[in-house]
């Protein structure tokens, strides 16, 4: 987890993470404690992840008999499948969701995006760590917290409980995984929104196909495709958290590339294994990146763009939100993120580590209340 803010007063914002060096105005105590633990955490999956020990093809084949053609011993004698295969990775998903997550029934149409269920579950654990540290450790004031030993706010330390949050889930696309793992890991409530029609129309489907959904996600369109929030939050809406993956390209053409690339890497990496088989090519740019519409892949400016918008569209909706939040998959566009939440006002900054086996990302949070403020709301919430 990252290093709780110093005071707003002295520092508006406050970048933190497992590598960042300690402000200059000062750190508590209870910062130091906190960094010493982040320190001490290994990489990897997040300690509550179901995930954090592989897959049990044997347990996810007899509740998911669809997944049972795509599995097969790997040359060192364990079951996988082939992740090069949009089928069979679709096949995964929906095993897993069923097996782990209670929902029963869960497809996407053809040529959509389908996300690795690992990592998208890593996201919200951390999001409930930032939660559950707002709610336990920030309903103080800020001068009674300051140069206080405080419990390092970390993944051990926070022991999961039940709390009303209402989330906003930006760009769900056809899958809404978020949503889905948001729900039924942490009992969480979800407005999902999307500029995709036919995606929305999909995740209704879902909905009506799992009764543990039903009345908890509610589905919003976004009619302006430069806009993120505008048009989504209601007046009178109040969310504890958003989240967003952004588009990762700036266009289709370098979404196609790296696509490319990923199909050879995974090629190599099997070949070094000792695989037979070859990874398939993608009939056509449908499957590209195992899926993915145009809003799910890219846009005009790609991430940097996007987060960029979306830091400006957040200073609107200040009072409305606990934190926003974004994963950011290219680091090098954090230096801009935080010019930016610096000219628009954020209070708190954190950035948060994420690793998924070799794959590092990170995600970035922001709030426009104080420590004191953010007490109060996690206090009053209910």
């Given at each position: 987890m990252t290093k709780p803010?110093?005071?707003?007063?002295?520092?508006?914002?406050?970048?933190?993470?497992?590598?960042?060096?300690?402000?200059?105005?000062?750190?508590?105590?209870?910062?130091?404690?906190?960094?010493?633990?982040?320190?001490?955490?290994?990489?990897?999956?997040?300690p509550r992840n179901l995930h954090r020990d592989g897959y049990d093809f044997d347990k996810l084949t007899k509740i998911s008999p669809v997944l049972t053609p795509y599995v097969q011993p790997n040359p060192y004698?364990?079951?996988?499948?082939?992740?090069?295969?949009?089928?069979?990775?679709?096949?995964?998903?929906?095993?897993?969701?069923?097996?782990?997550?209670?929902?029963?029934?869960?497809?996407?149409?053809?040529?959509?995006?389908?996300?690795?269920?690992?990592?998208?579950?890593?996201?919200?654990?951390?999001?409930?760590?930032?939660l559950a540290g707002v709610e336990e450790f920030e309903n103080k004031s800020e001068t009674e917290t300051e140069g206080q030993n405080v419990p390092p706010v970390n993944s051990h330390t926070i022991k999961p409980k039940k709390m009303k949050i209402k989330a906003l889930d930006i760009g769900t696309g056809a899958n809404a995984i978020y949503p889905l793992l948001g729900i039924q890991t942490y009992g969480w409530r979800f407005v999902a929104?999307?500029?995709?029609?036919?995606?929305?129309?999909?995740?209704?489907a879902i909905v009506e196909g799992n009764n543990c959904l039903l009345g908890k996600l509610e589905i919003r369109l976004q009619n302006d495709h430069q806009k993120v929030f505008s048009g989504i939050i209601k007046s009178d809406d109040r969310f504890d958290i958003t989240l967003c993956n952004p588009p990762f390209h700036a266009s289709l053409k370098e979404a196609s590339e790296g696509s490319q690339r990923k199909l050879k890497n995974l090629a190599e990496n099997r070949a070094s294994k000792g695989h037979k088989l070859e990874p398939k090519a993608p009939k056509d740019k449908s499957q590209l990146n195992f899926g993915g519409q145009k809003a799910e892949l890219w846009c005009e400016g790609g991430e940097k763009q996007f987060l960029h918008n979306m830091i400006c569209e957040s200073k609107v909706f200040a009072t409305q939100c606990l934190w926003f939040t974004s994963l950011v998959s290219k680091k090098e566009n954090l230096e801009a993120c935080y010019t930016e939440l610096k000219r628009v006002g954020a209070i708190t900054v954190k950035t948060i580590d994420m690793a998924q086996g070799n794959k590092l990302t990170r995600v970035l949070a922001w709030s426009f209340l104080t420590p004191s403020q953010r007490g109060l709301w996690a206090k009053y919430r209910g």
């Amino acid at each position: 987890m990252t290093k709780p803010s110093s005071k707003a007063s002295r520092k508006p914002v406050t970048k933190s993470g497992r590598n960042s060096k300690r402000s200059r105005s000062g750190s508590s105590k209870g910062d130091a404690q906190v960094a010493r633990a982040i320190n001490n955490q290994k990489p990897g999956l997040h300690p509550r992840n179901l995930h954090r020990d592989g897959y049990d093809f044997d347990k996810l084949t007899k509740i998911s008999p669809v997944l049972t053609p795509y599995v097969q011993p790997n040359p060192y004698g364990n079951l996988s499948i082939d992740f090069a295969d949009p089928q069979a990775v679709k096949a995964l998903n929906a095993a897993l969701l069923k097996l782990d997550y209670q929902i029963e029934s869960w497809d996407i149409p053809e040529g959509f995006l389908c996300p690795p269920i690992p990592g998208r579950v890593d996201y919200l654990h951390y999001i409930y760590d930032l939660l559950a540290g707002v709610e336990e450790f920030e309903n103080k004031s800020e001068t009674e917290t300051e140069g206080q030993n405080v419990p390092p706010v970390n993944s051990h330390t926070i022991k999961p409980k039940k709390m009303k949050i209402k989330a906003l889930d930006i760009g769900t696309g056809a899958n809404a995984i978020y949503p889905l793992l948001g729900i039924q890991t942490y009992g969480w409530r979800f407005v999902a929104s999307d500029v995709d029609p036919i995606s929305l129309a999909n995740v209704k489907a879902i909905v009506e196909g799992n009764n543990c959904l039903l009345g908890k996600l509610e589905i919003r369109l976004q009619n302006d495709h430069q806009k993120v929030f505008s048009g989504i939050i209601k007046s009178d809406d109040r969310f504890d958290i958003t989240l967003c993956n952004p588009p990762f390209h700036a266009s289709l053409k370098e979404a196609s590339e790296g696509s490319q690339r990923k199909l050879k890497n995974l090629a190599e990496n099997r070949a070094s294994k000792g695989h037979k088989l070859e990874p398939k090519a993608p009939k056509d740019k449908s499957q590209l990146n195992f899926g993915g519409q145009k809003a799910e892949l890219w846009c005009e400016g790609g991430e940097k763009q996007f987060l960029h918008n979306m830091i400006c569209e957040s200073k609107v909706f200040a009072t409305q939100c606990l934190w926003f939040t974004s994963l950011v998959s290219k680091k090098e566009n954090l230096e801009a993120c935080y010019t930016e939440l610096k000219r628009v006002g954020a209070i708190t900054v954190k950035t948060i580590d994420m690793a998924q086996g070799n794959k590092l990302t990170r995600v970035l949070a922001w709030s426009f209340l104080t420590p004191s403020q953010r007490g109060l709301w996690a206090k009053y919430r209910g």
